[in-house]
């Protein structure tokens, strides 16, 4: 009963761990350089992103976006980059949380995408001016927060495979060590007993005869 009930405690302490890692990320030192890619991409806002436009006028479309002819990928870059690559890196970083980091890996990873669509509008624009250095750096920062986010959530998946593995693994254990109790109890239970094989008489069969 000892037995049975320290392994269910251990048990419920591995589930604990378990369904902790499972919404938790561990980022490492991997926090500090996703932190200042948020940052550089924070100050690719206030860098011209082509012409005279500037990030933050790419994102609200005002009149020097306009002038300058900003297209539809390129305001859509700029709007994924600071809600997934900005918004959500933050705050995955400040909680921790698991499912916040897969979004901004997937906003960051779409945000990719469109950044090189982005940049080639501009370099296809024709007489309008080309990509700027704000752009640039913008789809650079968003490319190494999504190669960043993947690492951190897949060394997550790993190592909630492996506390899974070493939790099947004590089950196992703790189930062949119930086996063999069980096998030594029956053949405890099968073999007689000197004492059993004695007659009422205090003898047993072997003993002779008295006469």
Excluded: C, Y
């Amino acid at each position: 009963m000892t037995n049975e009930g320290d392994f269910d405690q251990f048990r419920g302490d591995l589930d604990a761990v378990e369904r902790k890692m499972a919404h938790e990320i561990d980022p490492g030192a991997r926090a500090l350089v996703v932190a200042i890619l948020v940052f550089v991409l924070l100050l690719s806002f206030v860098l011209p992103h082509t012409g005279a436009s500037k990030g933050f006028d790419v994102l609200l479309g005002d009149a020097t976006a306009v002038s300058d002819g900003i297209s539809l990928p390129s305001r859509v870059f700029t709007w994924l980059a600071l809600v997934f690559s900005v918004g959500f890196s933050t705050i995955a970083l400040l909680t921790r949380r698991w499912a916040l980091a897969w979004v901004a890996l997937a906003g960051s990873a779409v945000g990719s995408v469109l950044g090189m669509l982005a940049v080639w509008s501009r370099q296809t624009a024709g007489p309008q001016p080309g990509p700027g250095i704000g752009l640039i750096v913008a789809w650079l920062a968003v490319i190494l927060l999504t190669f960043h986010w993947a690492r951190v959530v897949w060394s997550r998946s790993a190592v909630q495979l492996a506390a899974e593995e070493e939790r099947r693994r004590a089950a196992m254990q703790h189930q062949q060590h119930g086996l063999l109790d069980g096998i030594d109890k029956t053949d405890a239970a099968a073999t007689p007993d000197a004492t059993d094989t004695a007659e009422p008489n205090g003898k047993t069969p072997d003993d002779g005869d008295p006469r």
